[in-house]
T-cell receptor, first 113, second 110 residues
């Protein structure tokens, strides 16, 4: 298995632009998580899905952020419009559901100028 | 709700020595797992060790072991024979869901 795949690995964009981050989870893992990591706030859960359904999006910072999971093998996190304070590393992770360990992707480093 | 406290933001240890990273947590879960993850400079998050809360025996994985005190809600990680490759940030995560500690940055010195 290739593990969790995230794209792009690096993204540099200007303030106001739309940014879309992509994630392909491990096959058979039915829970998917999006995290944001910054020096100031550490690792924060943004949203998680179970069987493609958003279960908890209380960590999504504001309406500029949205996430979708149209099928079991693909999820996107969109920021529109982007702001400099959105600069962070965004991780996608997955597991088989329940209290099991999570498998993380390599992360996407987002820089908004 | 879950809270996780890692009280040591930074630690250092000499190569080949032993170091212990502390973690305390609070959870309302009745049956749960606990995890330590490692994030090296490459930033890839890697599972180090897992502990099932219903098991009394502490988990061990090669040079890594835990001291799990369920009543005290304490879950420390011991690294024996530290190696330079152990230099990383370490995160404690109870229940494997969504709550991670703030991390402890461990530096192994030659």
């Amino acid at each position: 298995d290739a593990g969790v795949i995230q794209s792009p690995r690096h993204e540099v964009t200007e303030m106001g632009q739309e940014v879309t981050l992509r994630c392909k989870p491990i096959s058979g893992h039915n829970s998917l998580f999006w995290y944001r990591q910054t020096m100031m706030r550490g690792l924060e859960l943004l949203i998680y899905f179970n069987n493609n359904v958003p279960i908890d999006d209380s960590g999504m910072p504001e309406d500029r952020f949205s996430a979708k999971m149209p099928n079991a093998s693909f999820s996107t996190l969109k920021i529109q419009p982007s702001e400099p304070r959105d600069s962070a590393v965004y991780f996608c992770a997955c597991n088989k559901g329940g209290p099991h360990e999570q498998y993380f992707g390599p992360g996407t480093r987002l820089t908004v100028t | 709700a879950q809270t996780v406290t890692q009280s040591q933001p930074e630690m250092s240890v000499q190569e080949a020595e032993t170091v212990t990273l502390s973690c305390t947590y609070d959870t309302s879960e009745s049956n749960y797992y606990l995890f330590w993850y490692k994030q090296p400079p490459s930033r890839q998050m890697i599972l180090v060790i897992r502990q099932e809360a219903y098991k009394q025996q502490n988990a061990t994985e090669n040079r890594f072991s835990v001291n799990f005190q369920k009543a005290a809600k304490s879950f420390s990680l011991k690294i024996s024979d530290s190696q330079l490759g152990d230099t990383a940030m370490y995160f404690c995560a109870p229940a494997g869901k969504s709550t991670f500690g703030d991390g402890t940055t461990l530096t192994v010195k030659p």
